[in-house]
């Protein structure tokens, strides 16, 4: 049984070598639920690592991963959407085609569909193939596929990457509003600014562990960049 107190993803002392290189080392990571949690690290930090670990895509060599307070389990992808190097995309179908093809993959009403759609702002594209499709509306796709099961856990592998400045406030206010309406999303990003404005907490990767996990807010006092460089040694 889960309360409002039980972490919405946690994962305990992940460790994971490859070809002899420890990419994660003893990670520990709490989410809470609700809240848009971001994190960040240099590349090859071990983020995207982490992301897969989550979804039973990589094993790990050493660590436990919770979901809504239960051990992970193939069962814990139903509460979970994800969006990692994006969906695979249909170019000469609709957005509508493209999430129908997704929602009969995952086992979902046709119902669903025109839900998810009108969400992230595409139902006005009708039978425009994806092929033709900016950056951005293809980000809005992604999402859109996310959310066929309804989950209450969304985890987005740097959902800005590619867009123009419109199209990331207008993710931005998606994102924000999926965690008004109760959500947890998790995203790892690299644009610094667009944290600021988007995560409630923050989890900071150096060489595979956790340096600073809580409230963006007491971890910088209002300049995010200056803080990170320290946190990851970039700067004294």
């Known amino acids: 049984m889960t309360t409002a107190t039980t972490p919405a993803l946690a994962c305990t002392g992940l460790t994971k070598f490859y070809d002899g290189n420890r990419v994660l080392d003893g990670l520990d990571l709490t989410v809470r639920p609700g809240r848009v949690y971001a994190l960040l690290g240099r590349n090859g930090a071990g983020k995207s690592t982490t992301f897969k670990i989550i979804l039973g895509l990589?094993?790990?060599?050493?660590?436990?991963?919770?979901?809504?307070?239960?051990?992970?389990?193939?069962?814990?992808?139903?509460?979970?959407?994800?969006?990692?190097?994006?969906?695979?995309?249909?170019?000469?179908?609709?957005?509508?085609?493209?999430?129908?093809?997704?929602?009969?993959?995952?086992?979902?009403?046709?119902?669903?569909?025109?839900?998810?759609?009108?969400?992230?702002?595409?139902?006005?594209?009708?039978?425009?193939?994806?092929?033709?499709?900016?950056?951005?509306?293809?980000?809005?796709?992604?999402?859109?596929?996310?959310?066929?099961?309804?989950?209450?856990?969304?985890l987005l592998d740097e959902p800005q990457n590619g867009l123009d400045p419109e199209g990331i406030i207008e993710l931005r206010r998606l994102i924000r509003e999926l965690a008004a309406r109760g959500r947890t999303v998790i995203i790892s990003s690299h644009q610094l600014g667009e944290v600021t404005h988007l995560a409630d907490d923050i989890g900071v990767l150096v060489s595979g562990r956790m340096v600073y996990e809580g409230a963006l807010t007491d971890f910088s006092d209002g300049d995010l960049e200056q803080a990170y460089l320290r946190a990851t040694g970039a700067v004294a």
Do not use: C
Not at 69 to 96: C, F
Not at 118 to 123: D, F, N, P, R
Not at 129 to 142: C, D, N
């Open 58 to 154: 990589l094993h790990a060599d050493a660590g436990t991963v919770e979901v809504l307070g239960q051990p992970w389990t193939r069962g814990s992808l139903a509460h979970i959407g994800a969006s990692v190097d994006g969906p695979a995309y249909y170019p000469h179908l609709s957005a509508a085609d493209n999430v129908r093809v997704h929602a009969r993959l995952v086992g979902t009403t046709d119902g669903r569909i025109d839900d998810v759609v009108s969400m992230v702002g595409l139902q006005g594209t009708g039978r425009k193939r994806v092929a033709s499709f900016s950056t951005g509306m293809k980000a809005r796709l992604a999402l859109a596929i996310a959310l066929l099961t309804d989950p209450p856990i969304l």
